[in-house]
């Protein structure tokens, strides 16, 4: 069965700073993986995906995430944090098996000013 | 303007009034599905369906129903909400499965007392 971990629930930075949230998921075969941010009472909204194809994803708002699979991560980073980037951001793997998404849990990102 | 519209977007009713939250989307897709949200959960599927008079359980089915009579439309039905179905929940689309990207409604906050 395919699973997801966000290893943080929450991460704080200050402005201007880097951001790491890590991701690890399980998966008994080459799996779809995505990342969706929340920003505080809005929807969902695709950040980005990964699919077999180039290794090292970018996304919007300057995002990127790079897919590991000897280390079975998907860790979600950017050079340089915004305010407008707290909001909370979910990690998710594609089941194939059943046509289920299995979502992580979330990281809050916190961003101090 | 491309969109997954869910309504009522607030709810407040009371235990075993049976409740529909209806869900539309108008960009032709074939997969919808219903998610629910609760603190440090991340989103659970609820149900799914592949396409018209296709459904399938999710991961948290109980308490649920649903129906796919037409592409656009797929509403989730409370038959007897009990207080465990408190929740925020979201519908979503793509355009074929769980390798594409879901597009969310704006979710419904549902509380029963």
């Known amino acids: 069965a395919q699973s997801v971990t966000q290893l943080d629930s929450h991460v704080s930075v200050s402005e201007g700073t880097p951001v790491l949230l890590r991701c690890n998921y399980s998966s008994s075969y080459s799996p779809s993986l995505f990342w969706y941010v929340q920003h505080p009472n809005k929807g969902l909204q695709l950040l980005l995906k990964?699919?077999?194809?180039a290794t090292l994803v970018k996304g919007i708002n300057g995002f990127e995430a790079e897919f590991k699979k000897s280390e079975t991560s998907f860790h979600l980073t950017k050079p340089s944090a915004h305010m407008s980037d707290a909001a909370e951001y979910f990690c998710v793997v594609s089941d194939r098996s059943n046509y289920q998404l299995i979502w992580g849990a979330g990281t809050k990102l916190i961003i101090k000013p | 303007e491309a969109q997954v519209t869910q309504n009522p977007r607030y709810l407040i009713t009371v235990t075993g009034k049976k409740l529909t939250v209806t869900c539309s989307q108008n960009?032709?897709?074939?997969?919808m599905s219903w998610y629910r949200q609760d603190p440090g959960l991340g989103l659970r599927q609820i149900y799914y369906s592949m396409n018209v008079e296709v459904t399938d359980k999710g991961d948290v089915p109980e308490g649920y129903k649903v129906s796919r009579k037409e592409k656009r439309n797929f509403p989730l039905i409370l038959e007897s909400p009990s207080p465990n179905q408190t929740s925020l929940y979201f519908c979503a689309s793509s355009l074929s499965g769980t390798d594409y990207e879901q597009y969310f409604g704006p979710g419904t906050r549902l509380t029963v007392t």
């Open positions: 990964y699919t077999s194809a």
């Open positions: 960009m032709n897709h074939e997969y």
